[in-house]
C-alpha cells in the first residue's frame, strides 16, 4: 500500500472511528484501525464488535493495499504531525506501516488486514429494508430518549431503544422499569410495512455524535436477517448490532387522561426541582409535587417542589402553573425529573397526573410527538 493524504483529513477520520475501537479485548485486532484503499480514497474503519464505524479520506493512491495497526498509537502520532501531506506506506508480506511528513517518520507493527471482522456497507445491504430521515430530528429524537433505557444489561431489551418503523413516522422509545420515553418523527418516504428493532443505547448515543450538525438526510439500513443497524451519515457509515427480543408494548405504559393537568414554565420548574435535588440526594432523590389549584376557577394556582433529609434540612420551592383539577401530591425522583426537563426546549412543559400511586407524565405543551412517564415513589411522613 502506498497512499498520500492530508493530514488533518486523516486526523478527523482517526478521531471519528475512535469510539468503535475496543480497548479491553481478547483480540489485539480490535484494538486496531483497518487501513485500506477503496475506489481512489482512503478508507478508515474500525469495530468492537458492538458498533462499527467507517470514514473515507481523499488520498492519491499510488498502490493498493490494506493493513491494520493500533488506533490509539496511529492516532496519537498523527495528531502531532503539521497540516500537511502525510504519505503511508506498507510492503507485503511485512506488516509495518510507514507514517512519513516531511522529516517526520515513523514504523507502526501492524496486523494482516484478513484478521480484521468484516463491516457491512449499506450498498451492499441494498435488497434489505432501507428509509430515510432528517439528521437533525433524528439526532434529537435520540437525545430525549436514549437516557431512559436501562443502564444494566440484566434485561438486554431495555438496554437499547426501539426503533419502529411504520407509515411514515418513526418512533423511537426507551424504557427502564422506572420511565419510559417516546418520541415520533417522520421519515421522508412511508414504508411498506412495520418493522421494530431494538438498537444498543449506547449505539444510539454515539451514531447522535455522528450526527453532529449534518443537514443531508441519512440513510438507514437493516439487514436481511435483522441483525445490524446501519446508517449513513455524510461521508461516515455507522454498524450496530441489533438486540434480539421484544420490547414492552409502550403505548400500554402511557396514560389517556389525567384527573389533574398542570401547566408551567420549564425553566421556573427546573430550577425548583434543581433545589430541592440537593437535598433529595440524602433521601433516596425524592421530590414531592404538591398541587395547589386556584381558590377560583381560571386562576392561578402553584405547585410546591419540596425535599426533605433527615440530617441536612429541607427545601420549598413554588411554582405557579395553570392547574386543571384537584389539589393532589405524587413524589418523583429527581433525577428522572431533571433529565427530561433538561432536553425539552419548550418554555411550558404539561405534567399530568392520576393520584400518589400512579404514573405521572411530562411533555412539551406544544408539542405532541414526545412524551415521558415517571413512576411515583412513595412519599413518607414530612
Same mark, same amino acid.
Given at each position: 500500500?502506498?497512499?498520500?493524504?492530508?493530514?488533518?483529513?486523516?486526523?478527523?477520520?482517526?478521531?471519528?472511528?475512535?469510539?468503535?475501537?475496543?480497548?479491553?479485548?481478547?483480540?489485539?485486532?480490535?484494538?486496531?484501525?483497518?487501513?485500506?484503499?477503496?475506489?481512489?480514497?482512503?478508507?478508515?474503519?474500525?469495530?468492537?464488535?458492538?458498533?462499527?464505524?467507517?470514514?473515507?479520506?481523499?488520498?492519491?493512491?499510488?498502490?493498493?493495499?490494506?493493513?491494520?495497526?493500533?488506533?490509539?498509537?496511529?492516532?496519537?502520532?498523527?495528531?502531532?504531525?503539521?497540516?500537511?501531506?502525510?504519505?503511508?506506506?506498507?510492503?507485503?508480506?511485512?506488516?509495518?506501516?510507514?507514517?512519513?511528513?516531511?522529516?517526520?517518520?515513523?514504523?507502526?507493527?501492524?496486523?494482516?488486514?484478513?484478521?480484521?471482522?468484516?463491516?457491512?456497507?449499506?450498498?451492499?445491504?441494498?435488497?434489505?429494508?432501507?428509509?430515510?430521515?432528517?439528521?437533525?430530528?433524528?439526532?434529537?429524537?435520540?437525545?430525549?430518549?436514549?437516557?431512559?433505557?436501562?443502564?444494566?444489561?440484566?434485561?438486554?431489551?431495555?438496554?437499547?431503544?426501539?426503533?419502529?418503523?411504520?407509515?411514515?413516522?418513526?418512533?423511537?422509545?426507551?424504557?427502564?422499569? +422506572?420511565?419510559?420515553?417516546?418520541?415520533?418523527?417522520?421519515?421522508?418516504?412511508?414504508?411498506?410495512?412495520?418493522?421494530?428493532?431494538?438498537?444498543?443505547?449506547?449505539?444510539?448515543?454515539?451514531?447522535?455524535?455522528?450526527?453532529?450538525?449534518?443537514?443531508?438526510?441519512?440513510?438507514?439500513?437493516?439487514?436481511?436477517?435483522?441483525?445490524?443497524?446501519?446508517?449513513?451519515?455524510?461521508?461516515?457509515? +455507522?454498524?450496530?448490532?441489533?438486540?434480539?427480543?421484544?420490547?414492552?408494548? +409502550?403505548?400500554?405504559?402511557?396514560?389517556?387522561?389525567?384527573?389533574?393537568?398542570?401547566?408551567?414554565?420549564?425553566?421556573?420548574?427546573?430550577?425548583?426541582?434543581?433545589?430541592?435535588?440537593?437535598?433529595?440526594?440524602?433521601?433516596?432523590?425524592?421530590?414531592?409535587?404538591?398541587?395547589? &389549584?386556584?381558590?377560583?376557577?381560571?386562576? &392561578?394556582?402553584?405547585?410546591?417542589?419540596?425535599?426533605?433529609?433527615?440530617?441536612?434540612?429541607?427545601?420549598?420551592?413554588?411554582?405557579?402553573?395553570?392547574?386543571?383539577?384537584?389539589?393532589?401530591?405524587?413524589?418523583?425522583?429527581?433525577?428522572?425529573?431533571?433529565?427530561?426537563?433538561?432536553?425539552?426546549?419548550?418554555?411550558?412543559?404539561?405534567?399530568?397526573?392520576?393520584?400518589?400511586?400512579?404514573?405521572?407524565?411530562?411533555?412539551?405543551?406544544?408539542?405532541?410527538?414526545?412524551?415521558?412517564?415517571?413512576?411515583?415513589?412513595?412519599?413518607?411522613?414530612?
Amino acid at each position: 500500500m502506498k497512499v498520500s493524504c492530508l493530514q488533518d483529513g486523516l486526523q478527523r477520520a482517526l478521531a471519528q472511528v475512535s469510539r468503535a475501537v475496543a480497548t479491553k479485548t481478547a483480540l489485539p485486532v480490535l484494538s486496531n484501525v483497518l487501513l485500506s484503499t477503496d475506489e481512489g480514497r482512503l478508507r478508515v474503519a474500525a469495530t468492537n464488535l458492538e458498533i462499527g464505524i467507517t470514514t473515507w479520506v481523499g488520498a492519491s493512491i499510488d498502490e493498493e493495499g490494506k493493513l491494520t495497526v493500533d488506533a490509539r498509537l496511529l492516532s496519537e502520532f498523527v495528531n502531532t504531525l503539521p497540516n500537511a501531506p502525510v504519505q503511508l506506506s506498507s510492503e507485503s508480506p511485512r506488516t509495518i506501516l510507514t507514517v512519513q511528513s516531511g522529516r517526520d517518520k515513523a514504523g507502526i507493527n501492524g496486523i494482516d488486514a484478513e484478521d480484521f471482522p468484516v463491516i457491512p456497507s449499506i450498498d451492499a445491504e441494498a435488497e434489505g429494508f432501507s428509509v430515510e430521515v432528517d439528521p437533525q430530528v433524528l439526532r434529537e429524537m435520540i437525545g430525549q430518549v436514549e437516557f431512559a433505557a436501562a443502564t444494566d444489561e440484566s434485561r438486554p431489551v431495555l438496554a437499547g431503544v426501539l426503533a419502529r418503523f411504520e407509515g411514515q413516522t418513526l418512533t423511537l422509545a426507551a424504557a427502564d422499569g +422506572f420511565r419510559l420515553a417516546v418520541r415520533h418523527g417522520e421519515l421522508t418516504q412511508p414504508v411498506p410495512e412495520r418493522l421494530d428493532t431494538i438498537v444498543p443505547a449506547r449505539a444510539m448515543r454515539e451514531l447522535a455524535r455522528i450526527i453532529g450538525d449534518q443537514t443531508d438526510p441519512i440513510r438507514i439500513a437493516i439487514t436481511p436477517n435483522r441483525s445490524q443497524l446501519l446508517a449513513r451519515v455524510g461521508e461516515t457509515e +455507522f454498524l450496530s448490532r441489533l438486540i434480539d427480543g421484544t420490547f414492552p408494548d +409502550f403505548r400500554q405504559i402511557i396514560p389517556r387522561e389525567f384527573a389533574t393537568r398542570l401547566e408551567l414554565g420549564r425553566e421556573a420548574f427546573q430550577n425548583a426541582v434543581r433545589r430541592a435535588s440537593y437535598f433529595a440526594r440524602d433521601n433516596n432523590d425524592v421530590v414531592r409535587l404538591t398541587v395547589h &389549584p386556584g381558590e377560583e376557577e381560571f386562576m &392561578p394556582g402553584t405547585v410546591e417542589v419540596s425535599a426533605t433529609a433527615a440530617e441536612r434540612g429541607n427545601s420549598q420551592s413554588f411554582v405557579d402553573a395553570s392547574i386543571t383539577g384537584p389539589e393532589t401530591q405524587i413524589a418523583f425522583n429527581a433525577r428522572y425529573l431533571a433529565d427530561v426537563l433538561g432536553v425539552l426546549k419548550q418554555g411550558q412543559v404539561v405534567v399530568g397526573v392520576n393520584g400518589a400511586n400512579q404514573a405521572g407524565v411530562v411533555k412539551a405543551s406544544t408539542a405532541e410527538d414526545y412524551t415521558h412517564v415517571i413512576m411515583p415513589m412513595v412519599i413518607g411522613a414530612q
